[in-house]
Structures are given as structure tokens and as C-alpha cells.
Nanobody, 127 residues
Framework: QVQLVESGGGLVQAGSSLRLSCAAS????????MGWFRQAPGKEREFVVT????????YYADSVKGRFTISRDNAKSTVFLQMNSLKPEDTAVYYC????????????????????WGQGTQVTVSS
């Protein structure tokens, strides 16, 4: 059974930092690329950032470029999201997701291309 478990969310003030983690189990982690998405109340789930299977390629949404950094540790089956200079508009539930290498090449930014999802972790940024 595949499980993705996010942690590290919380309530912070604007300008602060948070580091999210996503621990994977039940899948060959190094065979999957990973992504972070977020969903704010009343909005659709949106792409935030993705990293390929070996960490060699990353893509960021324009809204987080320069503030967020994704990384992964294949030995620990974990992907991280370092979020700096947080803004109130970053408030959302953050989800990590796993995608096969083949699907990543053609759809790394698409929600419907990802195979497995975590339960999400809430990030709230106050002004």
C-alpha cells in the first residue's frame, strides 16, 4: 500500500519560513518523480513545484519561484519543500504527489497525471 505522509505545516506570519516534508512508503521512491500542489479554500488544486526522480530537474510555478525550493532524499524516500518569504496568498493545504517518470515527462504540472497523493498539510500565513 502506497502512502505519502506530509508534515511541517503550521501557522506563521508573513515573511516567515516553513519546511514541509513528505515521507513515502510502499513504492520504489527513486522510480518516481514528485510534486507539491496546493489548494486554497474555494479554489482548484494548483501546481507548486516538481522534481524529477533523481533530483536533476525541477520546475516551479511563477508564484513561488525564488522563494520555494524542492529537494529529495532517495535514501530516505522523502521529498522536502523549503518555503521562504511566505505570503498570505500562500495559505492553502499543501499536498505531495508521486508520478511515474514517463508521465512526468509529458505532464509534470497536471494534477491528473499524478498517481499517488498524500493527505495534505495546512499552511496558514497571517499578514
Amino acid at each position: 500500500q502506497v502512502q505519502l505522509v506530509e508534515s511541517g505545516g503550521g501557522l506563521v506570519q508573513a515573511g516567515s519560513s516553513l519546511r514541509l516534508s513528505c515521507a513515502a512508503s510502499g513504492l520504489a521512491f527513486s522510480s518516481y518523480s514528485m510534486g507539491w500542489f496546493r489548494q486554497a479554500p474555494g479554489k482548484e488544486r494548483e501546481f507548486v513545484v516538481t522534481i524529477n526522480w533523481n533530483g536533476g530537474s525541477t520546475y516551479y510555478a511563477d508564484s513561488v519561484k525564488g522563494r520555494f525550493t524542492i529537494s529529495r532524499d532517495n535514501a530516505k524516500s522523502t521529498v522536502f519543500l523549503q518555503m521562504n518569504s511566505l505570503k498570505p496568498e500562500d495559505t492553502a493545504v499543501y499536498y505531495c504527489a508521486a508520478i511515474t517518470r514517463a508521465s512526468w515527462n509529458v505532464g509534470w504540472g497536471r494534477v491528473d497525471r499524478y498517481d499517488y497523493w498524500g493527505q495534505g498539510t495546512q499552511v496558514t500565513v497571517s499578514s
